[in-house]
């Protein structure tokens, strides 16, 4: 938690968006427990949710129009050569599906995520962390739940995460594993770099 806070006063961009997404959050659940915060009022909760969505929105122009810092991410995240071997491009796959690949340099720890995009809505969501092994020089990502309802196209890529990302998933899980809602990312920070991806239709 600390480090998460650390993270959002160094970077006002971020912080904006997680206010977004903590004021959705808050409309679509009707408040949260946890802080004995409770809206009942359908209004309020629509406009809870309106306003998270324009706060998060500003949040993302603002992190698009910050000076990127991830140019020597970008070139680390190549010499990783990530790859995925699994499942095969534009295939058909289950609720629960595994992800795999390879690589060449193996990342730090805690540094890469699968990400879930919806082609519908546009949004991003953070699924697992892979686990690596040396000796065959591959990664796996078992496990991993898809969104939407069979039929919907998603797109599942592997990333590098920088310290703005990370503190954004762990964000992300916290507040989906305190109230059960799991609102989509619309837009990532430039220190989230993908390095491979595959577009597949959930059965």
């Known amino acids: 938690m600390e480090k998460l806070l650390n993270s ?38 629509f406009a809870s949710g309106a306003a998270g969505t324009l706060v998060a929105g500003f949040g993302g122009f603002l992190i698009l129009r910050a000076p990127s810092r991830s140019s020597n991410l970008a070139a680390l995240a190549e010499g990783y050569g990530l790859k995925i071997f699994s499942p095969v491009n534009a295939s058909d796959v289950k609720e629960y599906v595994g992800v795999f690949g ?25 699924k697992r962390r892979p686990l690596f092994d040396e000796t065959d020089k591959r990664w796996s990502a078992p496990q991993c739940r898809l969104g939407g309802k069979t039929g919907e196209k998603r797109v599942l890529f592997v990333a590098v995460v920088g310290d703005s990302g990370q503190a954004l998933a762990d964000y992300y899980f916290k507040v989906g594993n305190e109230t059960g809602q799991w609102p989509g990312i619309e837009t990532l920070p430039l220190d989230i770099v993908p390095c491979d991806s595959i577009q597949v239709r959930r059965r």
């Not at 390879?102 to 969501?125: A, H, M, Q, Y």
């Open 102 to 126: 390879t690589f060449k340099n193996r990342p730090p720890d805690k540094s890469v995520w699968i990400i879930e995009r919806s082609l519908r809505s546009g949004v991003n969501s953070f």
């Open 8 to 45: 959002l006063v160094k970077n006002t961009p971020l912080a904006v968006v997680v206010i977004g997404v903590l004021l959705v959050v808050i409309g679509a659940a009707g408040g949260l427990p946890q802080l004995s915060l409770k809206v009942a009022e359908p209004g309020w909760r």
